[in-house]
């Protein structure tokens, strides 16, 4: 049974150029600025489906449509044609830590950012042992966010965001977390994840990570899906487009 369904989307993007006036209008003043506008399309016709307790990867170059496509996959932008399906409760890891308070604990952070992903009290009550354990904070708990290095904020979003225990998630290079032993755990997390039936969507450029947690990936370029199926073949057909050939 198909969790999402992306059907023929495309999405375009309006980039302003100011507009050429000459020397001589410049000096008397009569030209304001103005702007011409150029249609960049950062996704062409794209469509995928995938099924629950699969994990999706999508891989490319920089400027690909990766990150415009986990977007509207999010909920954050929507395509100028075409349509996106999802089913059940999504959670979205592009930018994790949205809502905490850099003057507030630990303890209160985990609070307000599980409110935000939707999570009742109960349910963070329930969870918060967890939530600390997995993010190896224990000990931070009561301590300030402002105090934090970059990598305990960043694990503490992660581990508030995996407990709060959705049917989809999308990932953008989540995974560049914490030391190797951290990231062994995430990954253990998210194959924990597809047995219970979840689904993942995971933008990365990390390869290795691609090719351990996904069964199949799309490879775009220039917003365009190139080549879609197997991990290993659409890898290698991703290196042979960075090497030219």
């Known amino acids: 049974?198909?969790?999402?369904?992306?059907?023929?989307?495309?999405?375009?993007?309006?980039?302003?150029?100011?507009?050429?006036?000459?020397?001589?209008?410049n000096i008397i003043g009569l030209v304001k600025r103005r702007f011409d506008y150029e249609e960049f399309w950062a996704l062409k016709n794209v469509s995928f489906e995938v099924n629950k307790g699969e994990a999706l990867g999508i891989i490319g170059k920089?400027?690909?449509g990766k990150s415009t496509l986990l977007k509207i996959l999010a909920r954050v932008l929507y395509p100028d044609s075409g349509s996106v399906s999802l089913d059940g409760k999504v959670a979205s890891f592009l930018e994790l830590g949205i809502g905490f308070q850099p003057e507030l604990t630990a303890r209160e952070n985990v609070y307000i950012y599980s409110s935000v992903l939707g999570m009742a009290r109960k349910q963070v009550d329930a969870a918060?042992?967890?939530?600390?354990?997995?993010?190896?904070?224990?000990?931070f708990e009561n301590m300030k966010l402002k105090n934090f290095s970059s990598g305990m904020y960043l694990r503490?979003?992660?581990?508030?965001?995996?407990?709060?225990?959705?049917?989809?998630?999308?990932i953008d290079e989540v995974f560049a977390v914490g030391d190797e032993s951290f990231q062994k755990k995430c990954r253990d997390k998210m194959n924990q994840f597809k047995a219970e039936g979840k689904t993942i969507v995971f933008v990365s450029h990390a390869l290795d990570t691609v090719k351990l947690l996904c069964q199949q990936?799309?490879?775009?370029?220039?917003?365009?899906?190139?080549?879609?199926?197997d991990t290993e073949k659409v890898i290698n057909d991703y290196l042979a487009l960075l090497q030219g050939k």
């Not at 918060?128 to 993010?135: K, M, P, T, V």
């Open 128 to 139: 918060y042992d967890d939530i600390f354990e997995f993010a190896e904070l224990r000990k």
């Open 156 to 170: 503490l979003a992660f581990s508030t965001a995996i407990h709060a225990n959705p049917d989809t998630m999308l």
């Open 62 to 64: 920089n400027g690909s």
């Open 217 to 229: 990936t799309v490879l775009l370029n220039e917003g365009e899906i190139t080549t879609m199926g």
């Open 1 to 25: 049974m198909s969790a999402i369904i992306v059907d023929n989307i495309s999405k375009k993007f309006r980039i302003p150029h100011e507009k050429k006036t000459t020397v001589f209008q």
